[in-house]
């Protein structure tokens, strides 16, 4: 984290993955504190996690090309392809549209939101 955030000001989004909550990760947090700001993020949230919907359009993307992937090589290549022509766009889309996600979290209380 000190590399990531080396004056101490950063957040850092945990998304509450069954693997975050392991007692380690958790002792590691407490133990790093001063190091950055941990966000509370309501778990089950995909709709505030910009990459989610990146790795959607991928897959869409991907079982649209016919003839489909002979093997991991192909797979591989069509992955970083379509990557590297997709995330930039995406990213600074859903980026952009981070804080309007929040506000409609916030408004539903947690709740289901259209994102």
Not at 30 to 37: I, Q, V
Not at 50 to 78: F, G, K, Y
Not at 105 to 114: E, N, P, S
Request: charged share 15%; with cysteine; hydrophobic share 45%.
């Amino acid at each position: 984290m000190a590399f990531v955030f080396p004056t101490g000001n950063g957040t850092f989004q945990q998304d509450n993955a069954p693997s975050h909550k392991a007692l380690i990760v958790l002792q590691w947090f407490e133990e790093h504190t001063d190091e950055f700001h941990l966000m509370s993020w309501p778990p089950n949230s995909p709709g505030l996690n910009p990459m989610e919907h990146i790795w959607d359009v991928m897959e869409r993307q991907l079982r649209a090309q016919t003839p489909p992937c002979p093997n991991i090589s192909t797979l591989r290549d069509r992955c970083l392809d379509i990557w590297y022509i997709l995330f930039p766009v995406m990213y600074q889309i859903l980026v952009a549209s981070m804080p309007r996600r929040i506000a409609a979290v916030l408004k539903a209380k947690g709740g289901a939101t259209l994102y």
